[in-house]
């Protein structure tokens, strides 16, 4: 499968624990992003990198949440001191730029974090 | 925000064109249309884009109005497996790339055996 990966699928946490994620793109794609969604709604944009510069940051991006990606190929994101409202489907979208126009995104399955 | 407006959910009958509408009034001139999909337990999938012609893949079709206020995104012949919440989304094209997607909260569409 050549696909965007994310590991785990699931993680169930205690409330004040840390957690990272682990995202895995399309091999040749130089854009990796993250997006949280929470039930019911659409997902919403947290981060993204250009290979392992992180070019923007959500203001949802709060300081507990950390993301990298160093050499430009996988990215990890940490949430430290989990709170019960980081409850969220958390997922990654590799894209390849190409300048103007039209690419699109490629979504992974999502990590779905639980936090208790 | 999101500069969209979907109607919240659609039904459609096995093997009949599923047509998804889509509001966007306050497009500008260089933004464009896209649409993905998202099935349930999975991440959103691509579906198509358009600018101001009409679109048509392997997996839909996109009309664009003419004066590029609205769009329907139309399934030919709905199948079970399109089931799923459809995500309309205008976006302006970033000369340094990709820029990140902004979703609303989509129409999910039920498709009836």
């Known amino acids: 499968d050549t696909g965007v990966s994310q590991d785990p699928r699931h993680k169930i946490t205690k409330r004040g624990q840390n957690v990272t994620f682990r995202c895995d793109p399309i091999?040749?794609?130089?854009?990796l992003y993250w997006y949280r969604q929470t039930l019911g709604q659409g997902p919403e944009f947290l981060t993204y990198?250009?290979?392992?510069?992180?070019?923007?940051k959500s203001r949802l991006l709060s300081d507990r949440f950390s993301a990298e990606r160093p050499k430009g190929s996988f990215s990890t994101l940490e949430i430290q001191r989990t709170e019960q409202g980081d409850s969220a489907m958390y997922l990654c979208?590799?894209?390849?730029?190409?300048?103007?126009?039209?690419?699109?995104?490629?979504f992974g399955p999502g990590t779905r974090l639980t936090v208790l | 925000d999101a500069k969209t407006t979907q109607p919240p959910s659609m039904d459609c009958a096995e093997g009949r064109a599923a047509n998804l509408p889509c509001n966007h009034s306050?497009?500008?001139?260089?933004?464009?249309v896209y649409w993905y999909r998202q099935i349930h337990s999975q991440g959103p999938q691509y579906i198509i884009h358009g600018l101001k012609n009409n679109e048509t893949n392997e997996m839909a079709s996109l009309i664009i109005t003419e004066d590029r206020k609205s769009s329907t995104l139309i399934l030919p012949h709905a199948t079970l497996r399109d089931t799923a919440v459809y995500y309309c989304i205008v976006r302006l094209p970033s000369s340094s790339g990709n820029t990140p997607l902004v979703f609303g909260k989509g129409t999910r569409l039920s498709v009836i055996a």
């Open positions: 306050t497009i500008s001139g260089n933004e464009y």
């Open positions: 979208a590799s894209s390849l730029k190409l300048g103007l126009g039209s690419n699109e995104q490629f």
């Open positions: 091999s040749e794609h130089n854009r």
């Open positions: 990198f250009q290979n392992e510069a992180q070019l923007e």
